[in-house]
């Protein structure tokens, strides 16, 4: 494929998602994510698009939102991945929200196999994925339906969330920044998303590497009352995303990277820069994502919990940066990454 061709295919690819990842981009037009910087550099020059931590989006500092067929296509390994480490956090019995988006639709189809699980959503994905569940009791919120994402905004969504107490909140977004946590842009949505973490006790927000570093419009969870980021590992070369989730942590948000491939692995409290364990504290599975207490492998989906052994363990110290695929832990003083056990739960359960 000829230069020209390819920065035409890039174009159309920013234009039609409002940013796109080095490593997508690459993968679409085949060839090296070397070449690929190269020439959204030379689009840049030309002023057709920004680059931004690892990637491309429209030019103009903040990117639009793109329709729910744009994002379904989009970094799906990814977002499986980090569904599958996502859902290892929720346990038998709890009551959660969960917000709209095309990742959290994933976690959804996971926590189906949760029993006496209670989920409250706005979104008509996350319900539908949930709908034949056996012993998963769904509560949706009143409002109005905005198509673009199928979920349900408006006042009538946030006043039905006055006076509800979960023990987390599981939410993505269009960008995340340490500067300002997770945004999107829309302004109902964000008010929705607002609401929803105002009823939980924890906020664990999901977003893939293409998110990290990206600004949008509307702030809906700052970086200070984030309690987890469960991601994908962006690409080696990318330090500037590298820099965004050591910013994060440095904050105080635990980091948890799911792999995206068929043996990937995610792991978390494990030092940086080592090589990941062949097993963890409990009986992780050896394929998909890794348990979030350290664990290799996912798992046991009937059980919908993570292992009990691996908790209470202290974060292992280790150096800032060069970490492996898995989640990054140290014990949390300023330039290090945190990590490690996972703090006793405080949110309501169901009894």
Known sequence: MFAAERRQLILEMVRANGAVSLRELARVVQTSEVTVRRDVRALEAEGLLDRRHGGAVLP???????GFPQKSHHATAEKTAIADLAAGLVEEGEAIVVGAGTTTQELARRLARVPGLTVVTNSLLVAQALAHANRVEVVMTGGTLRGSNYALVGSGAEQSLHGLRVSRAFL???GLTAERGLSTSNMLSASVDRALVQAAAEVVVLADHTK??????????????????????PATQDERAGAELQ??????VQIAVAGSG??????QGQAPGQAAPGHGHGPGHGSGSGGLNGGAGHQNPAAGRPPEAGRGQPPVPGPRRNYPQGAMGSPGGPGQLRGGAVPAEQGVRRR
């Open 212 to 233: 990290l570093g990206t600004d949008t419009m509307f702030q809906t969870v700052p970086t200070d009352i984030m309690t987890r980021l469960v991601t994908d590992e």
């Open 172 to 174: 993505s977004g269009a």
């Open 262 to 267: 068929p043996g990937g692995e995610g792991h």
């Open 60 to 66: 103009g500092g903040f990117t639009r939102e793109s």
């Open 247 to 252: 910013a994060l942590a440095d904050q105080g």
